[in-house]
Antibody
Framework: QVQVVESGGGVVQPGRSLRLSCAAS????????MHWVRQAPGKGLEWVAI????????YYADSVRGRFTISRDNSKNIVYLQMNSLTAEDTAVYYC??????????WGQGTLVTVSS | EIVLTQSPATLSLSPGERATLSCRAS??????LAWFQQKPGQPPRLLIY???NRATGIPARFSGSGSGTDFSLTISSLEPEDFAVYYC?????????FGQGTKVEIK
């Protein structure tokens, strides 16, 4: 069955960096684009980024462009989110989701990132 | 970016009642709109894609309609497990955007 499992969250100081990972299984990973979506505590969903199935292209939300980088390793079935210059506004649960015909069809359980001094 | 406005913010209904949720886009998204359900402590679940297509395993009581800028999600008869928050999301333009959500609560 399709599974995506996020990891790498934790508490980080403002201005520091963190890298999230998303391990996928149960499908042909290099056939699918992958998204990151976040949700601040008690708030709604915010789309963060997408990477194409072959890793050749990516798009970002305005709020993270220039600070976050999405990448993938198709040999390991993992997608990453490198987050730099973190601020308190980046505190959220970060979800990884599979792209199916430009829809987000399978989601992981998420990993919590807390930016605090 | 395309702004999606959902209404109402909260819908108070009883099991067995019909629920109608609205999502309005700031510009046309054609039929490139999806609906998600989220329960506390869980990730979102895809319910409807391309405005009116049910995702795999979604019960027939969920239906979506609309095109252009006005969309709706209807739950024909609420089951206890349907009380949750619902989000719409557009895939017409980058960046992808979500509505702010509608909470369907037990009256």
């Amino acid at each position: 069955q399709v599974q995506v499992v996020e990891s790498g969250g934790g508490v980080v100081q403002p201005g520091r960096s963190l890298r999230l990972s998303c391990a996928a299984s149960g499908f042909t990973f290099n056939d699918y684009g992958m998204h990151w979506v976040r949700q601040a505590p008690g708030k709604g969903l915010e789309w963060v980024a997408i990477i194409w199935s072959d890793g050749t292209n990516a798009y970002y939300a305005d709020s993270v462009r220039g600070r976050f980088t999405i990448s993938r390793d198709n040999s390991k079935n993992i997608v990453y989110l490198q987050m730099n210059s973190l601020t308190a506004e980046d505190t959220a649960v970060y979800y990884c989701a599979r792209d199916w015909k430009w829809n987000l069809d399978y989601w992981g359980q998420g990993t919590l990132v807390t930016v605090s001094s | 970016e395309i702004v999606l406005t959902q209404s109402p913010a909260t819908l108070s209904l009883s099991p067995g009642e019909r629920a109608t949720l609205s999502c309005r886009a700031s510009q046309s998204v054609s039929t490139y709109l999806a609906w998600f359900q989220q329960k506390p402590g869980q990730p979102p679940r895809l319910l409807i894609y391309e405005a009116s297509n049910r995702a795999t395993g979604i019960p027939a009581r969920f239906s979506g309609s609309g095109s252009g800028t006005d969309f709706s999600l209807t739950i024909s008869s609420l089951e206890p497990e349907d009380f949750a928050v619902y989000y719409c999301q557009q895939r017409s333009n980058w960046p992808r955007t979500f509505g702010q959500g509608t909470k369907v609560e037990i009256k």
